[in-house]
């Protein structure tokens, strides 16, 4: 097996275990504010990563401007992940798991201009047939439009650069401290957030909440949410620093269909005839660029 394959191997299995993640997420927002969630899932994993033997000591050998672009990285998941976050208190999760699978064709778009790598013109073609399977999905046309899909169209786009960064710094720095530097960014992003919600005057919104007891479940549901989204970064951080992003990037829909069966368990969720179609759509367009790239 090339030197490549294993790590694409183990990228799948963590994207497709991925909307498991999310469901969680869903349920326990319901109780806390997105940033809180977000906090304490990150300050888990910073916490299990700084325990690694050398790996502090690597961190502060990484020179400052490294540190810098590593830390823009985080700040563009961050992006991705209130948005992302925000848009399942209002979507079914099968909906926004299969519109924010965008990403990956945004990345494949624009890997040739950021990255100077391979330019494929049957992209642009695939971008056009994701954004229609997008309209599908938010049905605009409808007596009740999904106009929240367009906060997950947009975090799918903050998180294409995410990874388009993930593949640029590459050679600067090891993937344990890319990492490592992601959580710890996470966390600092997150908990300035809470501290703003001090300051605020609380609505019950998913942004700003009165902060609360954290009940033991709950904490327990983060650490599951922490572990899989540890797995998840080192897969994909590993993945997207051995191969071009745009041959990576379609593998991504693989959580598609994991979204749906989770979406369906948990809440009995069936998709609209329409919205169906969108899904089925954007994973055919994976597909299909998975096997052309």
Partial sequence: MRSYEWPILLFCGAIFLSPVNDAI???????M?????????ALYCACILLCIKNNVKELTRTDIDTLFL???R??????????????????????AV???YLAPIFISLLSPVFLREPMRFNNITFVLIGFFGVLLISEPWSADPKAEVLLVVIAALSYAFFQLLTRATSSKAGTLTVVTVQHLALSIIS???????????????DFSRIIKNYSFENLMLIFICGLIVLCFS??????YRKTHAFKIAPLEFVAIPSGVIWS??????????????????????????????
């Fill in 25 to 31: 997420v869903k349920l326990v927002t319901v109780e």
């Fill in 33 to 41: 504010s997105i940033a809180e969630v977000i906090c304490i899932r």
């Fill in 70 to 72: 590593l830390f823009c």
């Fill in 74 to 95: 985080a700040a563009l998941l961050s992006m991705s992940m209130f948005l992302y976050i925000y848009s399942l208190s209002f979507l079914s999760l099968s909906i």
């Fill in 98 to 100: 299969s519109t924010f």
């Fill in 191 to 205: 908990g300035v957030v809470i501290l703003y919600n001090f300051k605020v005057t609380h609505h019950g919104s």
């Fill in 234 to 239: 080192f897969a994909s951080a590993n993945a």
């Fill in 264 to 293: 369906y368990i948990i809440w009995n969720d069936v998709p609209s005839v329409s919205a169906f179609g969108g899904i089925f759509l954007i994973f055919m367009v994976g597909l299909i660029n998975s096997k052309l790239n």
